[in-house]
């Protein structure tokens, strides 16, 4: 029997859980479950590390998390479904890409596009139910590499954006074909870049 892949089980947030809430979603005590990851929120600021099956390390000095509060799974009233990707800023993505191989995540594809005058390659690698974005970047300082973000899916984009008034910015076209993301503001506080995106067609 093969061994089965490793995926994100946790992922621990430096925030304050409070404006989680009043972004629509549901935070019991200082934890919530979407899809098939726990989410803890401890202090600090933006993600402080995670959790992954069949790997105990560091993986490029992406920091492992301490085991988060066990919490119960419940509906959200953004909408929220599952996290649908985490992105990861390195200034060596070939670096990054063979720290994750050495542990059996393999890189699905690489895109290259130009950005702030400069290119930038995402690698993108499948754990579980989320996908991992790693992008390098000329502007990433030296050294290992380190979470930025998170996107959600959620069921219904536009009744989310009602729900969450001026807390979201405007809803564009996503990289994605056949999709829709929008970002939360700076003034959601909610500690890291994280963004809402509709549900693959």
Do not use: C, Y
């Not at 994100?8 to 979603?25: H, K, N, S, V, Y």
């Not at 063979?98 to 690698?123: M, N, T």
């Amino acid at each position: 029997m093969k061994p089965s892949k490793p995926r994100i089980e946790q992922l621990t947030f430096g925030a304050d859980p409070a404006p989680w809430r009043e972004a629509g979603f549901e935070v019991a005590d200082r934890g919530m479950v979407v899809g098939e990851l726990q989410l803890a929120f401890e202090n600090g600021k933006g993600v402080l590390g995670w959790r992954l099956t069949g790997s105990e390390g560091e993986i490029d000095g992406l920091p492992v998390a301490p085991p988060g509060q066990a919490t119960t799974g419940g509906s959200h009233p953004n909408g929220a479904t599952r996290v649908d990707h985490l992105v990861v800023i390195t200034p060596d993505l070939e670096r990054t890409t063979g720290a994750l191989e050495a542990i059996g995540i393999e890189r699905r594809r690489v895109r290259e596009v130009e950005a702030d005058g400069s290119p930038l390659r995402q690698g993108f690698f499948r754990l579980g139910e989320v996908i991992l974005e790693v992008v390098e970047h000329a502007n990433v300082e030296a050294g290992p590499a380190r979470f930025w973000g998170i996107t959600f899916a959620v069921a219904d984009l536009d009744a989310a954006a009602e729900l969450l008034g001026d807390r979201l910015g405007s809803i564009r076209d996503a990289v994605q074909p056949g999709r829709r993301i929008a970002t939360f503001r700076r003034e959601a506080n909610l500690g890291l870049p994280v963004a809402l995106i509709s549900e693959e067609r």
